[in-house]
């Protein structure tokens, strides 16, 4: 790939932006790959676990100003990279039935902070820059960041961050719930470890059914999703991982699953 690394090591997926010069900034050939590379991971058994992050400095700076510029003088399709944000990358992310975590440093702005709330469990340098940045050049939100921010923050808040497009913290993303947990900036490669390291040893079905669960926890009403939930937990009680949970418990020992 030209503008992604895509490694595989044991179960762990190594997803990373690799445009270091622009900060990641996403191009059309970026989203391309890494609709691809999600591709992959639904489709690799052996995979079980996604780390998303960046090359250099910074997560991702957003979207490519320069291919703006050509979407401006009339060259390349504007629709075309948004449908492939919001549908090939956004969607299937939320889709996979593995958990992705992100690695997050420098700057996640933009198109690039929608990318960062799309994932499933985030670790920030402390040093880490976000901000929603769309209304600085003239563009309504985008990238998903007008659904997931109001589901973190009050709607004043919401409409503070992206009608500004103020830089935050990480201490400040983390007051939102835009990342998970933030550490000293040498700490950060370690941390994530820490954190795929236990999501290798979470039992994949009731992973995947999370997932499922929280995507659908808005739009459902308390019946359908009571329905739901039991519907999914009674799937999972036929996994090898559910057996291997009971037993663990019983034996009083740690569960190792597949």
Do not use: W
Not at 32 to 47: G, M, W
Not at 158 to 182: C, I, N, P, Q
Not at 215 to 240: C, G, I, P, V
Request: with cysteine; charged share 25%.
């Amino acid at each position: 790939m030209e503008f992604l690394k895509f490694e595989k090591e044991g179960k762990v997926a190594r997803i990373s932006f690799n445009r270091p010069e622009v900060h990641n900034a996403l191009n059309m050939g970026l989203i391309e790959e890494l609709s691809q590379a999600l591709d992959e991971c639904e489709k690799d058994d052996d995979i079980k676990v996604i780390l998303l992050r960046g090359e250099g400095k910074s997560f991702c700076s957003g979207a490519d100003l320069k291919q703006f510029l050509e979407f401006i003088s009339g060259t390349g399709n504007a629709m075309e990279y948004g449908l492939k944000i919001h549908l090939s990358v956004l969607k299937k992310m939320r889709g996979l039935s593995k958990p992705i975590v992100a690695e997050v440093k420098g700057y996640s702005i933009g198109a690039g902070l929608g990318i960062l709330l799309a994932t499933d469990y985030a670790v920030a340098a402390k040093s880490s820059i976000f901000s929603c940045g769309f209304i600085l050049v003239g563009l309504s939100p985008d990238s998903g960041t007008s659904f997931f921010i109001p589901r973190s923050v009050s709607f004043k808040r919401a409409f503070e961050l992206m009608s500004t497009g103020r830089r935050f913290s990480a201490e400040e993303a983390l007051e939102y719930g835009f990342v998970t947990e933030v550490v000293d900036d040498e700490m950060l490669e370690e941390r994530v470890a820490e954190v795929i390291n236990l999501y290798l040893n979470r039992p994949r079905t009731a992973i995947a059914n999370l997932k499922k669960l929280l995507n659908a926890s808005h739009s459902n009403s308390l019946d359908e999703h009571l329905s739901f939930e039991l519907t999914l937990a009674m799937l999972s009680t036929l996994s090898k991982d559910f057996a291997e949970g009971v037993r663990a418990g019983l034996e009083k020992r740690e569960p190792v699953f597949d």
